[in-house]
């Protein structure tokens, strides 16, 4: 798996869940989520992100979702 892209392994994560709900609406989670929690989120839980450029909100949940995917 680790010689998996970045979007080799989003793409195996929305077919894994194509038609499966959960309980958490990612809408919302991006809307009120500041990027200091999103940063806090990644520290905390050593999630390693690139920090060579400014990441978007979406940018932060790729990465989060491979690093619980892995």
């Known amino acids: ?3 998996q892209s970045r979007e080799e392994i989003l793409d195996i994560i929305l077919q894994e869940n194509e038609g ?6 990612l809408n919302c989670l991006i809307v009120r989520t500041r990027f200091k929690e999103l940063a806090d989120f990644v520290e905390t839980y ?5 920090t060579d450029k400014e990441l978007t909100k979406l940018d932060y949940l790729d990465h989060i979702s491979i690093h619980f995917y892995k």
């Open 20 to 25: 499966k709900f959960g309980i958490i609406c």
């Open 1 to 3: 798996m680790g010689s």
């Open 46 to 50: 050593r999630i390693k992100v690139p």
